[in-house]
């Protein structure tokens, strides 16, 4: 099953972003910086969490419209996923990496949704703590 997750809507961000064309940059740089994170790690070979980070850092950017997206922040966001991943899932790592990318692609979308959720409220949260 080939499942393309597109969980947290960014429509819903759109009245509370000041211009859609500032947006669509920090999209784009997001888009450009997701297959730059951590590219041998089997969740960010596989199209569906490449997809899922691009959400996370996506509704970021509009949640935290001071910030938006910023360089690096899919480094950040890309091992918190990995964390609720394998939390969620520790019961499907193998040491067969083309074994666990077709269990990657094989997970219903509600599973998903559930690991994007939980990984934007802790990136979201993480990003509030003030600098010591």
Aim: net charge negative; charged share 15%.
């Amino acid at each position: 099953m080939n499942v393309q997750p597109t969980y947290l809507s960014i429509s819903i961000y759109l009245p509370l972003y000041p211009s859609f064309n500032s947006f669509l940059s920090q999209s784009l740089f997001a888009t450009v910086d997701v297959p730059r994170t951590f590219p041998k790690h089997p969740l960010f070979i596989s199209s569906v969490g490449k997809n899922v980070l691009k959400n996370v850092l996506e509704a970021y950017a509009f949640h935290n419209t001071k910030i938006g997206y910023a360089q690096s922040l899919n480094f950040i966001a890309g091992l918190i996923l990995i964390i609720v991943f394998q939390d969620k899932f520790s019961s499907l790592y193998t040491f067969n990496e083309t074994e666990y990318i077709a269990q990657l692609e094989e997970l219903e979308a509600s599973d998903w949704r559930h690991v994007e959720e939980i990984s934007f409220w802790l990136f979201q949260h993480l990003m509030e703590v003030p600098p010591l």
